[in-house]
């Protein structure tokens, strides 16, 4: 399927292969700033939604044995706290989000069904359709933000699609209305 702007030159070619997903989400801004966070897993994927976490201010620990030279040094720099232990159900003490990250599918769905069970929200990295969060493919220019999503069906496709909308940006890039906005305001 194919989706024309005619007011733009976005093309959106959405693949014919995309499942039919059982969940859909919402696309919302959540202010994470101070937000309890427990990343489980410290590989490529626990890096990756850790690092997120951080970047928008929320107060995340990673449990993990092992954890990536970057969250090592994340740690190193007080930017996150690092539990170097294997997974106990006691860790979700204090959570808001949950993300299961760790290579053991097993594992993840223990997590996810734990942390559900206290009514915890779950990232639960290996089965998309038992999350009830998922990290958009974000991209950002200036004061704006663009999330994408396939309701975790075809990841590799939002961030595609992610990618394509920086360079058009970069390439068309639109001027903003925030000094109007704030002088306009009542």
């Known amino acids: 399927m ?7 030159s976005l093309i959106v070619v ?16 959540v202010a994470a700033s101070e937000l309890p966070c427990l990343v489980v897993g410290g590989g ?57 990250a760790t290579s053991d599918r097993d594992l993840n769905g223990r997590i996810a069904s734990e942390a559900r069970a206290r009514g915890l929200l779950v990232c639960q990295s290996s089965r998309a359709k038992d999350s009830q969060v998922i990290f958009p493919a974000l991209c950002s220019e200036g004061l704006a933000t663009v999330a994408v999503h396939t309701g975790g069906a075809v990841p590799r496709f939002a961030k595609r699609l992610r990618d394509h909308l920086i360079e058009l940006l970069r390439r068309h ?8 906005y704030r002088q306009s305001r009542p």
């Open 14 to 29: 959405v693949p014919a292969e995309v499942p039919a997903m059982r969940r859909r989400f919402v696309t919302l801004a």
């Open 173 to 180: 890039p639109l001027e903003t209305e925030q000094t109007s």
């Open 44 to 100: 490529t994927i626990g890096t990756r939604k850790a690092v997120t976490l951080v970047a928008q201010g929320a107060d995340v620990r990673v449990v993990s044995p092992t954890i990536s030279p970057r969250l090592a040094a994340m740690a190193h720099a007080g930017h996150l706290r690092w539990i170097a232990e294997p997974y106990r159900s006691d860790h979700l003490d204090g959570a808001r989000l949950v993300v299961a």
């Open 2 to 8: 194919t989706t024309v702007d005619r007011h733009s």
